[in-house]
């Protein structure tokens, strides 16, 4: 029962801290996005050139689902669909305008949660978490 609660506890935590950043982010950036534009912007940030196929798949939801939050977020600027030169059906998806400025404001709040990190815990500290942090998220998949 005791290794349980433990396990509620670390859940409970981690939604705790995601929730966390999520308000610190959204607080420093004060872009009006819901939360699906949200993970479609990082997603195109750390895998540019995406489908919206492949986006579909990493957020695991449908495709037109994803289409209508991408021609919102093409029509405020911050994403722009590109052809793919061989087959005209294949679209990937770039930052626009805004969407470097999202990334440039999201870089910069990332430093600055990670300064805190640094400032308030140890190497050994932030090495210790981050190697049960990985192996919790292989445990998950």
Do not use: C
């Amino acid at each position: 029962m005791k290794d349980k609660n433990i396990a509620e506890q670390i859940n409970q935590t981690l939604e705790n801290i995601w929730m966390t950043l999520e308000k610190k982010e959204r607080a420093y950036t004060n872009f009006k996005l819901n939360n699906q534009q949200y993970v479609l912007l990082t997603l195109a940030i750390r895998h540019p050139f995406s489908s919206p196929t492949e986006l579909a798949e990493k957020m695991n939801i449908t495709k037109s689902a994803v289409s209508q939050q991408l021609a919102k977020l093409e029509k405020e600027g911050y994403i722009n669909k590109k052809q793919h030169a061989e087959d005209k059906r294949i679209f990937s998806i770039e930052l626009g305008e805004k969407g470097l400025i999202y990334k440039k404001e999201m870089e910069a709040f990332n430093k600055q949660v990670s300064e805190k990190y640094h400032a308030n815990l140890s190497l050994v500290e932030l090495t210790s978490m981050l190697s049960a942090l990985q192996k919790l998220q292989e445990v998950l998949e």
